[in-house]
């Protein structure tokens, strides 16, 4: 399907919105409260489980993360890019994706022992998301090898999705699997690991 660049580029940045919103406010901010304020701890000893204290923070972090790709969404659709009915259809991909990535910082804030160490993941992790996820460019001029690494990666099904929602391209049904399989693992995993940190 053609489509401008401007367009093509302007669906990525939504779908690096969600990534790098949900992830550094998860990552850096669950460390602050957790480790230099203290706020989990504190919460914690009031009727307020730990469990429901964990839950509170990914949906903070997923709300925040879908609302700021919403105003992209929005901007986009101002500028005559997106669809008008763009900021509705986005929003269910924006908050789970969201989620998704805010569970993999609140693991990374979880595992770091200070807040250097969550540099090492942002620099593995995200930044090659962002770079070989098709935000600037079609996954299909990698080659065939990091083809089936970018789609492995949960960043490039939301791009396909955020791509057929905003600007009509074909839906990957592989996508909404894909993304569904990381969200359960990574919001699992990073309340286990929370709970491990947390609960001595």
Not at 10 to 17: D, L, S
Not at 64 to 91: H, M, N, R, S, Y
């Amino acid at each position: 399907m053609e489509t401008s660049y401007r367009a093509f580029v302007f669906a990525g940045i939504v779908g690096q919105t969600v990534l790098f919103q949900s992830f550094y406010e998860a990552a850096y901010g669950a460390f602050v409260r957790m480790y230099y304020q203290k706020i989990f701890g504190s919460m914690a000893v009031t009727p307020i489980t730990l469990s429901e204290v964990l839950w509170g923070e990914l949906l903070w972090d997923a709300t925040k993360a879908a609302t700021a790709a919403e105003v992209v969404t929005l901007i986009g659709v101002l500028l005559g890019d997106f669809a008008p009915g763009a900021v509705l259809a986005v929003l269910p991909v924006a908050f789970f994706s969201s989620l998704l990535f805010a569970g993999l910082g609140l693991a990374v804030a979880a595992r770091a022992k200070s807040i250097d160490e969550i540099g090492y993941p942002q620099y593995l992790v995200v930044f090659p998301m962002f770079l070989f996820c098709g935000v600037f460019y079609p996954i299909e001029t990698l080659p065939a090898a990091l083809q089936w690494v970018a789609w492995a990666l949960p960043l490039t099904s939301v791009n396909s999705l955020v791509r057929t929602l905003t600007l009509g391209f074909p839906f990957q049904p592989g996508a909404v699997a894909v993304i569904a399989a990381w969200l359960v693992v990574l919001v699992a995993y990073s309340r286990r690991a929370m709970f491990a940190r947390l609960v001595k």
